[in-house]
């Protein structure tokens, strides 16, 4: 069931309604109930390796607090992590000619995993108690907004809101609605429209050589963002409305001046889990090596996020790339302010010069995370190049055979949602609608519900022809 379907709405709007008519001590386990049905429309087998996982971090969490010895403790958290990491290995990244089962791909594996993992390791390291009450803790692993695409959240966060929910309100029901609506603009109407090019592009590369790979080159980066921030959008607002606020996972991504900035605002729920529970230890334990052990664990953490999303030549070239660069900007932070701190006028101008170069290196990499192979990827960075004129002549070309209605939606909108976000810190009062007049109020209202209304519409005309999510593979 996509979150782009209207089976989704109705889904959505029957579980809220009845969560919110029952007392709210039966809310976690409603909530538990409901997910595990979303979860089972998907495919019901996948249930067995979601639940052993589950059981597997709740009692070794339990044996971890209750046990008397170190050794004891650490046998439960290490091997319970090292079990739940193998089956995520096993079930998700092994060829699938070699699964004898292909249905043991469960949906949202790589989310629901993550969260055990930091779960059972934050009992261990003494950062929260185990958690006693196995509703609640179930309905943390399987929730249903989060567990196709994240955002990753932490048990310390879930855990007293499911036993407390939000009660419900107006301004609830405009801050998850709203969300809602903002997330089906940027995947219907944003990074679809977008992504009819695209896919003509990279459906075969080798066709293509000049303005088309150029195209690709720049439009991936946006169709991306809109298409996964939008995903998240529709989680957290759905979350929402049940009353659990879910964790941020996106800031203004392309507005970094440097690459390791980029990655604390892309994808932060992720970045941050790796960031808790790989890059930290390893820079502990290296911390000696000086900037050799800097570099390892950097290298180490990026390729982890690079692998998570797939054990392919693609992915692990897209890891490598992704840790070259972060470890030269890392190298280089204590030279760049030594610098502008000495050349102050310089720093205005790598203000601007910043977030254009990011965005570069940021595409160059995801080249190689949306192409199917390495030598798709390098056929795109090689021969994108042509004359100016060329270039211009080839781009309006190309997008006439390709569908240039589309792709201008897609572009307008997406200069839209620009425009409005860079706004909203100037505007304040439109978006606290508590304290806002209640013209304003109602015109936030109106406007999220033409948007929502909107979505549906569109819904209804995609039907069974709709753009799957490009994260729901993860």
Not at 58 to 78: H, N, S, V, W
Not at 162 to 170: E, I, L
Request: glycine share 6%; net charge positive.
């Amino acid at each position: 069931m996509s979150f782009t379907s209207v089976e989704y709405i109705f889904f959505l709007l029957t579980a809220v309604a009845l969560c919110r008519c029952m007392p709210r001590r039966l809310q976690p386990l409603w909530i538990l109930l409901v997910s595990c049905v979303f979860y089972a429309l998907w495919d019901p087998r996948a249930l067995i390796p979601l639940c052993g996982a589950t059981f597997l971090a709740y009692f070794a969490a339990l044996r971890i607090e209750t046990a008397a010895e170190g050794r004891a403790r650490q046998i439960a958290a290490y091997g319970s992590v090292i079990v739940l990491v193998a089956v995520l290995l096993l079930l998700k990244d092994l060829p699938r000619s070699s699964r004898p089962f292909d249905w043991l791909t469960p949906l949202g594996i790589s989310y629901y995993t993550f969260k055990l993992v930091s779960y059972v390791l934050d009992v261990f390291w003494g950062k929260q108690r185990a958690e006693r009450d196995p509703i609640a803790f179930a309905s943390y692993a399987v929730f249903f907004p989060q567990i196709v695409a994240g955002p990753i959240q932490r048990s310390a966060d879930y855990l007293p809101q499911v036993r407390t929910p939000q009660p419900f309100s107006r301004s609830l029901l405009a801050r998850g609605t709203g969300r809602i609506a903002l997330g089906l603009f940027k995947k219907l109407v944003i990074a679809d429209n977008i992504g009819l090019t695209l896919n003509a592009v990279y459906g075969g590369v080798h066709g293509f050589s000049g303005a088309p790979l150029l195209l690709a080159f720049y439009l991936f980066p946006i169709q991306l963002y809109a298409d996964f921030s939008g995903l998240t959008d529709i989680a957290i607002g759905s979350a929402l409305l049940l009353g659990i606020e879910s964790p941020e996972n996106f800031n203004h991504p392309f507005s970094a001046t440097n690459i390791s900035e980029y990655w604390r605002r892309w994808h932060m729920s992720l970045t941050n889990w790796t960031v808790d529970y790989v890059l930290t230890p390893l820079r502990m334990a290296t911390r000696n090596w000086n900037q050799v052990g800097l570099v390892f664990s950097i290298c180490a953490n990026m390729m982890s996020v690079a692998l998570w999303h797939g054990i392919t030549w693609s992915f692990f070239a897209f890891g490598l790339v992704h840790s070259v660069f972060v470890s030269l900007d890392a190298l280089s932070t204590k030279p760049r302010k030594a610098f502008f701190k000495a050349n102050p006028s310089w720093k205005r101008w790598a203000g601007w010069a910043g977030p254009v170069l990011t965005f570069h290196l940021v595409a160059f990499g995801m080249v190689f995370w949306r192409a199917r192979t390495v030598s798709d990827a390098l056929w795109i960075l090689t021969r994108m190049w042509a004359p100016l004129g060329a270039l211009t002549s080839g781009i309006a070309e190309f997008a006439r055979s390709a569908g240039w209605r589309s792709l201008a939606v897609g572009l307008a909108a997406f200069a839209v949602l620009e425009l409005a976000e860079k706004c909203r810190p100037q505007a304040p009062i439109v978006w606290s609608l508590q304290s806002s007049p209640r013209w304003l109020r109602w015109s936030a209202y109106g406007v999220s519900s033409l948007v929502l209304l909107v979505g549906l519409l569109l819904m209804f005309v995609h039907g069974s022809v709709r753009e799957p999510f490009l994260y729901e593979v993860f």
